[in-house]
């Protein structure tokens, strides 16, 4: 069987490129899903991106103080779940199981920061939910 052809457009962008060669290398893809490869590097790409936004000094950050003092989640955090959910339902159509999916979904306990990050947006909600009703 014959290896995909790589698009131009992933062949133009080094991080997209190796992602291709990498879901290419023990794979066999029909000529039809090319395109599904191909948006499967685009939204890792995306992630990867969102990832290199919000570390800083080595370190990664989930929120930000804006110029009035309130605490923000960044963006990108909202980003990051589009992309591994579209990531994940790529995997499912194009049939790659690399054993995520018999993993049991167990939950850990959240961090401090992740508790106060979560504190914040919902106060920061409930302000706006209250200021919405006048």
């Known amino acids: 069987m014959k290896k995909l052809k790589k698009p131009e457009a992933v062949k133009n962008n080094p991080f997209m490129s190796k992602k291709w060669n990498e879901l290419n290398k023990n794979r066999h893809f029909d000529p039809e899903q090319a395109q599904l490869v191909?948006?499967?590097c685009n939204w890792h790409a995306v992630l990867n991106q969102?990832?290199?936004d919000i570390t800083f000094d080595g370190e990664m950050q989930v929120a930000y103080e804006n110029k009035m003092g309130d605490i923000k989640a960044f963006?990108?955090?909202e980003t990051?779940?589009?992309a591994s959910h579209e990531?994940?339902?790529l995997n499912r159509q194009l049939g790659i199981y690399d054993g995520d999916e018999e993993v049991e979904d167990v939950r850990k306990e959240p961090t401090a920061t992740e508790k106060v990050l979560k504190l914040v947006v919902h106060n920061r909600q409930a302000r706006a939910a209250g200021e919405n009703r006048s």
Do not use: D, G, N, S
Request: net charge positive; glycine share 0%; with cysteine.
């Open 75 to 77: 963006p990108q955090i």
């Open 80 to 82: 990051m779940k589009k």
């Open 38 to 40: 191909q948006l499967l």
């Open 87 to 89: 990531i994940r339902q």
């Open 50 to 52: 969102c990832m290199e």
